[in-house]
């Protein structure tokens, strides 16, 4: 079972979750002391175990042995609902391709409530967990970003936020609108909203202010005109190639982030990456 689990408010929590919680053989959580909160908080006694990138690299064949067996496995969590990033995905995947049923119990999930809150939802999003660090993938997301017509949604720590908003305005523009939501469902859950341009300045004014588990909501591009479409698709891949990609990982990642066919996108990228003549 994948268990969706509150992302603070502990009431969120739903009773069908109780009852996954109270039924299974064992939990499976990345950080097993904030899930042993949990389970004490509505007097739970399960065996709780650790998944994390290790457990996955080294006993996937075990846990799914186990799962043949017939045990019942619950897999939540630090907060919300899991497989968005963290390890339980592998899992989830693997279990899938052995034929084995997954059964999924849906509840909080900090990417919906960011989206809701944020006033900027409309007809879909793009979720792309946390940007790559540094490098060629972080400018590639980043490029992939400032094109998408969705608005997307992404994670952030408090030390880094402001420097991320500031690398989305030098490829968006300082007029781009974007809410920045921390603390959801907490005591001192709190949304800025605002362009880009004044949400980084109010940031520099009060850094500290940004505390606690963030998530970022991005107004998306606005849609091209006629005939401007191919204008979006040129300069996302520009900004790709220029990042160091080759024409072929850049028309991947432009095509997916702008839902266009890739191997249209693979001859723009050719045509573009070609030698030009003097």
């Not at 919680?21 to 909160?37: G, P």
């Not at 990417?111 to 809701?116: F, G, I, K, R, Y």
């Not at 300082?174 to 005591?187: D, G, Q």
């Amino acid at each position: 079972m994948v268990i969706a689990t509150p992302i603070g408010n502990l009431q969120d929590i739903t009773l069908r979750a109780l009852d996954g919680l109270r039924r299974c053989d064992a939990v499976l959580a990345e950080d097993t002391r904030r899930t042993l909160k949990l389970l004490n908080a509505f007097s739970i006694e399960r065996p709780l175990e650790r998944l994390d990138d290790h457990v996955v690299r080294h006993k996937l064949g075990w846990l799914l042995d186990r799962l043949r067996g017939g045990e019942t496995l619950a897999l939540v969590s630090d907060a919300g609902t899991p497989l968005v990033s963290d390890p339980g995905g592998v899992l989830v995947r693997a279990a899938v391709e052995a034929g084995l049923r997954v059964e999924a119990l849906p509840g909080p999930s900090a990417v919906l409530v960011a989206l809701v809150i944020s006033g900027l939802a409309e007809h879909g999003f793009r979720f792309v967990g946390f940007y790559p660090r540094d490098g060629v993938a972080r400018r590639t997301a980043l490029a992939a970003t400032a094109n998408d017509v969705l608005p997307t949604v992404f994670f952030e720590s408090p030390e880094r936020t402001l420097g991320t908003l500031e690398a989305l305005e030098a490829t968006c523009g300082p007029h781009r609108r974007a809410a920045i939501c921390r603390e959801l469902t907490k005591l001192h859950e709190e949304a800025l909203r605002g362009t880009l341009g004044a949400l980084i300045a109010q940031l520099r004014e009060a850094p500290e202010s940004l505390r606690g588990e963030i998530t970022v909501v991005l107004e998306g591009h606005a849609p091209a005109a006629e005939g401007e479409g191919l204008d979006a698709v040129d300069s996302a891949l520009d900004a790709a190639l220029a990042a160091g990609m080759r024409p072929s990982d850049a028309a991947r990642e432009v095509a997916r982030a702008l839902g266009l066919k890739r191997a249209d996108v693979y001859a723009r990228a050719l045509a573009r990456s070609a030698p030009r003549e003097p």
